[in-house]
């Protein structure tokens, strides 16, 4: 919300006719604020949803000012200091904070199409040593925001262009595929090749992944690695529980023949707070030279604010918030 939506009730400006304004907050006013402002109320951590195009010069004044920024923009992502977390594949890309100064920083999430490939993605990397990754998604309305697209532009069609989606999915993967050292990350080299187009469903973002192998494995390998991945997981009682906003299954696989589906799957996760976080994974089929699967995510939450959220989660709980380098 722009600073024209200030002094507003949330009530005022809800567009999601069909779900009601959250509890206790219909009459909650919309304020404009400064990075100074926020300091001057004592803001330690920020939640950054703002414009790309906005969000660059606000966050980097934010942490400049000491403030622990979780941004879901796309202007930091691919800057040398800034990790680009996914949680379950890449949390220890946060260990670049320890070299920052003073107590501010940003962390982003990728971009929303990223999550739904990565995310089943990572497991498969050791097994089948990709030579190289295609993708073609099919993406929800709402991931163009609001207003959106327009309806006579959207109905009976499907819209073969998202500017800068599929250079965003190929730079991104790499990234977080990565490593990270006293250097800084280094990109895995694998080539990823995108197609991108938007589709009628309203949320769900539906991907067509091959993976061309370096090492053949079997359907059964390749489920047990989706099936077994599970890094947020507690090895024991004695080492804590599992992230609030984590999924139990970060994968899940659907064996239909015509699963996973936006309408009945963009829901998935557990336990109930982790609902929309897990990405559903379908229509596996692998032959000696490549693995083939679609995949689903909730774009608004996995790859939207609940990335964010996950994000803070795993900093507050490796000691990187509340505390100075």
């Known amino acids: 919300m ?3 939506s200030a002094g507003k009730t949330l009530e005022e400006l809800w567009q999601l006719a069909d779900q009601p304004v959250p509890a206790g907050l219909a009459e909650a006013r919309v304020e ?21 195009g906005e969000a660059g010069p606000f966050e980097s004044e934010l942490a400049r000012r000491g403030v622990a920024v979780f941004s879901n923009a796309a202007s930091h992502r691919m800057d040398r200091g800034v990790p680009l977390v996914i949680p379950e594949v890449n949390g220890a890309h946060l260990s670049v904070l320890s070299k920052r100064r003073g107590k501010g920083f940003i962390v982003t999430n990728s971009n929303c199409s990223t999550a739904g490939l990565v995310l089943p993605l990572a497991p498969l990397v050791p ?19 609001y207003p959106g697209v327009p309806s006579l532009s959207i109905e009976d069609n499907v819209l073969p262009y998202i500017a800068e989606e599929e250079e965003k999915m190929e730079r991104e993967t790499a990234k977080i595929l990565g490593g990270v050292d006293a250097r800084g990350f280094r990109p895995l080299p694998l080539p990823v090749s995108a197609h991108c187009a938007r589709v009628g469903s309203r949320e769900g973002h539906l991907e067509a992944v091959t993976i061309k192998v370096g090492r ?47 309408l009945r799957d963009r829901w998935a996760g557990t336990p109930p707070r982790a609902r929309g976080m897990a990405v559903s994974v379908g229509r596996l089929r692998v032959d000696e030279r490549s693995v083939r699967f679609f ?18 989660e795993l900093a507050l709980r490796e000691g990187y918030l509340g505390r100075s380098p």
Do not use: C, M
């Open 216 to 262: 053949p494995a079997s359907a059964r390998e390749v489920l047990r690695a989706w099936a077994e991945f599970r890094p947020l997981a507690p090895a024991s009682k004695e080492d804590g529980t599992l992230l609030p906003t984590a999924p139990v299954l970060p994968v899940v696989h659907r064996p239909e023949v015509d699963r996973p589906q936006p």
């Open 295 to 312: 995949s689903l995510s909730h774009n608004a939450v996995r790859g939207g604010a609940g990335g964010s959220v996950l994000n803070a």
């Open 127 to 145: 097994l089948l040593r990709p030579k190289e990754v295609f993708v073609a998604t099919y993406q929800a309305l709402s991931g163009a925001g």
């Open 32 to 52: 404009a604020l400064t990075p100074a402002e926020l300091l001057r109320r004592g803001v330690e951590v920020a939640f950054s949803a703002i414009p790309s």
């Open 2 to 4: 722009g600073a024209k």
